[in-house]
């Protein structure tokens, strides 16, 4: 046995490893990433990154059908990607062991809901482990398998944003592979619906073993102090709690949140003279509590939106925080924005300057709906732009379909665009698409994907041609264009939208964070020449500046791209290698 300061995430990785996983597919989705990403550190797991959380989960039920312990990580809304599979998956059972993580993030961070992935649990009806710190990530995903050994069923591993990301003390252990052979069963795992309606049964009576098995499983544990207040909690509000309260109020720690306990609820209120519930987000236990007929306090007095904190908790339940001292000055916003010499910038300046209406997607590029850009109008979801656009041409006809355009990521576009690009082309709406390709999966910390030509441990991998691709679903129109260029992409924006059929523009430049990419020299300022026209200001550029009433260029941030000085009418922004 060994110790070590892990981050939850890297726990969770170890615990995998530990308790003998082959198998992981995932996708990258923060808080999620650094799970599959330190799992495939251990060479005795094999890792993938998928196209999509449904392909990985799929893929990992189909290692754990032929009889090695599976796992595929993703965040909360890529658990919705996912359901398909999950849902059916909970009524044939698991041949070897199958865990599924999923990584919610309460205050959105870097997201675009504040889903609670425990709703996903009880439709589902698969249990669910929620790990409060770094040693508990690792010990509940062993639990996890050891779970499917006794009751058959996928389990989901609920992690959090600041569990996730936090570090504490582990203690590891050694790795043992059990594995079980591959037995043809057709009413166990082909559902069709007269071996489906046999296994529901399954499923309920599994449901009411699993609440009996979290009656008195060491998951679920009572930690009594003072009887005045009693908390019922989990996850990361377990740590604010203790921390706010110490041992001066009687705490229930559920580890399990699906199925929750009874009886031990019960027997937990009786023993205090006042009960609360304290969890982010939805009210799942408080709602659960409410229904064994018990009085409890929750969201009356704590919120149902954002991330909780120490200082939340205290205040909520009267507790004086020693809150230090407020500064007296306001500290400026610093809102985020593209990194210096990004490729999308000069596509998104292009967009704005021809007044289209653009129909975003997810990714850093989303980056392009705020000031000075402000070229976004919609974000939804994975993929959702293509079909967006599609709806949107359908129903405006011409009054939007040669200044309408959508756009998405090389990475997002595989993930789910190509489903509505068929639909582009088979239904065919006059609709522009544009794949802002930068050559990785940038929002999550520069993750190969399928057209990259990588696989995660940055070996050789089948590489998918986009143009290629394109071509082979129905479009004639496919245009290649350097986001660098600002008179090529401004072109090429307005010969596809004036054009009567459906086009897609590949705006391809690698990401300029990219250890591979070569920059050149920062650009230089002409002092004399510049007059101060803030013309460069309008990409956004963290690199650019304005002192003294004129521009200035950061030679720490600029990478030498070039698009300011295109800006420029008087040729004040000038090549690094040569004078100002």
Known sequence: ?????????????????????????????????????????????????????????????????????????????????????????????????????????????????????????????????????????????????????????????KMCTRVAHSQSIVETGERSVPEKPYEK???????????????????????????AWAETAPVNRVEMGGTELGIITAS?????????????????????????????????????????????????????????????????????????????????????????????????????????????????????????????????????AVAPLSSIEMTLCMGASIGAVHGFNKVRGAESEHKTVAVLGDSTFMHSGMTGLANVAYNQSNSTVIILDNSITGMTGHQQNPTTGYNIKGDPAGKIDLEALCRAMGFERVRVVDPYDLKACDQVLKEELAADAPSVIISRRPCALLKYVKHKAPLKVNRDKCVGCKACMQIGCPAISMVDGKARI???????CGVCSQLCKFGALCDGGKEA
Not at 92 to 112: L, P, R
Not at 205 to 210: A, G, I, Y
Not at 253 to 279: C, H, Q, S, Y
Request: include cysteine.
């Open 554 to 560: 950061d030679n720490t941030l600029c990478v030498g």
């Open 1 to 157: 046995m060994a110790k070590e300061i892990m981050l939850g995430n890297k726990a969770v990785a170890r615990g995998l490893y530990e308790a003998g996983v082959c198998f992981i597919s995932s996708y990258p989705g923060t808080p999620s990433t650094e799970i599959t990403e330190e799992a495939a550190k251990y060479d005795d797991i094999y890792c993938e990154w998928a196209p999509n959380e449904k392909v990985a989960m799929e893929s990992a039920f189909g290692a754990c059908l032929a009889g090695k312990r599976a796992f595929c990580a993703q965040k909360h809304v890529g658990l919705n990607v996912a359901a398909d599979p999950l849902y059916t998956m909970s009524y044939t059972g698991v041949n070897a062991g199958f865990v599924v993580g999923v990584a919610d993030d309460a205050g959105m961070h870097s997201s675009q809901n504040e889903q609670d992935s425990r709703h996903h649990a009880i439709a589902a009806k698969v249990p669910m482990l929620e790990p409060s710190d770094s040693q508990e990530a690792l010990s509940f995903t062993k639990l996890a398998f050891e779970l499917y050994e006794e009751f058959d069923t996928p389990v989901l591993l």
């Open 236 to 368: 990361t509000s377990y740590q604010y709690v203790k921390e706010v309260f110490g041992d001066s109020v009687s705490v229930l720690k559920l580890g399990m949140t699906n199925p929750l306990p009874e009886e031990l609820i019960r027997d937990f209120a009786g023993r205090v003279d006042r009960l609360v519930v304290v969890e982010e987000l939805d009210p799942i236990i408080e709602n659960h509590v409410r229904a064994l007929g018990l009085a409890v306090e929750g969201k009356d007095i704590l919120p149902i939106c954002g991330e909780f904190s120490q200082n939340l908790v205290a205040k909520a339940l009267g507790k004086e925080t020693g809150e230090s001292r407020k500064l007296d000055d306001a500290i400026p916003g610093r809102p985020p924005v593209m990194c210096a010499g990004c490729p999308h910038r000069g596509l998104f300046h292009t967009l704005k300057r021809n007044k289209c209406t653009v129909l975003g997607d997810i990714g850093c590029y989303t980056l392009g």
């Open 185 to 211: 069963n057709i009413p166990k795992y082909v559902m069709m619906p007269g071996n489906a309606i046999r296994r529901h049964p399954i499923v309920e009576e599994r449901t009411k073993k699993l609440t």
